[in-house]
């Protein structure tokens, strides 16, 4: 008895690495990048057709959850973020909203804060998916200093993507604004993080070994590396800048890759 006992644990001990400190590998996910909905933006019928259909589209796909990178209405008002709603819980699968400066303002305040709180839910929280970690971070609190919301963002983030990184799995935050459009130091203009506080998360992130930052804001499909880290700012369901179609992102995750690729709506 005694030795069949020693020959489970053993056993148990071999099939289970990721307690007792060998190879940790990623269940594999999809998961969807979806961003600017943005009711209004492109006319209004158009853009509740155009999230009908991205809806559609997505659960026709069955990804794990989907993500929406902000800017969900073009002003944020009882009756948008109503519309927003009708059309998202036709959605098959858990849906994790992102703040954009459409829905809580360039610089945030307790009024619009509150209100999207109230319609939509927390403006940042983290969720784990099958071994991976995800940060959805209210990027506004970043480039705006806002009495008593972005210190305590500023603490909450930090704590939760160190903890996220002492895992060992792959860690993605996802905001509305990109840290950069082009080049790591360049200047602060409307569609980027100021650069002193994007030093530090750029540090941040690689400290914490974050795998992807996903946003929106650009209305233009932006892809960037930085030292490993993918950084996407990807299409739009309302309207493009850069004359590519409308569509999201499918996000395929394993222990070898993480790799993404558009969905064009309609198609």
Known sequence: MKNRIITLFLC?????PQIFGGERRTKPFTFVQLTDTQLGFGGYEHDLQSFEQAVKQINELNPDFVVICGDLVNVASDSSYQDFKQIRKNLRMPCYCVPGNHDVGNIPNDTTLAFYRKKIGKD????????????????????ADVANESEKFDKWFVKSLEAAGKKGRPVFVAGHFPLYTSEPDEEAQYYNIIPERRKELLDLFLENQVSAYLT????KLICNEYNGIQMVSCETTSKNFDERPIGFRLWEVSSDSISHRFIPLGQ
Do not use: C, D, E, P
């Not at 148990?12 to 289970?16: A, E, G, I």
């Open 12 to 16: 148990f001990v071999l099939l289970s």
């Open 124 to 143: 940042y929280y983290r969720f784990n998916h099958k071994g991976s970690s995800f940060i959805v971070a209210n990027s506004l609190l970043w480039n």
């Open 216 to 219: 929106g804001h650009t209305h």
